[in-house]
Nanobody, 125 residues
Framework: QVLLVESGGGSVQAGGSLRLSCAASGFTYSRHCIGWFRQRPGEEREGVAVIDSDGGTGYADSVKGRFTISKDNAKNTLGLQMNSLKPEDTAMYYC???????????????????WGQGTQVTVSS
């Protein structure tokens, strides 16, 4: 069974930085998509950044140039470096894994069937 455990959330002032981590275990397939999603109260869960098995990445327009996704295949960990944080980045952040479609990874939550419990990020102005 796939298990995803996030860490690294917290509170920071606008303009600050945080780094999220996700430890993944229990998966056996070599090709997969893994990424970060976030959800604000009362809103839909949205894709933030995803990375495929070859290291190809995709970002939401709202975080391009500020967030960087990375992974360590040897340690089965996923990271999200978040710089220049804004109050609108405040949300619960989730790590997710899925098979993608036609060897491509998408930012849509519907392509992901394994989810972590989430870690809260709060950015104050």
């Amino acid at each position: 069974q796939v298990l995803l455990v996030e860490s690294g959330g917290g509170s920071v002032q606008a303009g600050g930085s945080l780094r999220l981590s996700c430890a993944a275990s229990g998966f056996t397939y070599s090709r997969h998509c893994i990424g970060w999603f976030r959800q604000r109260p009362g809103e839909e869960r949205e894709g933030v950044a995803v990375i495929d098995s070859d290291g190809g990445t995709g970002y939401a327009d709202s975080v391009k140039g500020r967030f960087t996704i990375s992974k360590d295949n040897a340690k089965n960990t996923l990271g999200l470096q978040m710089n220049s944080l804004k109050p609108e980045d405040t949300a619960m952040y989730y790590c997710a894994m899925g098979a993608g479609l036609d060897n491509r990874c998408y930012l849509s939550k519907y392509f992901y069937n394994y989810w972590g419990q989430g870690t809260q990020v709060t950015v104050s102005s």
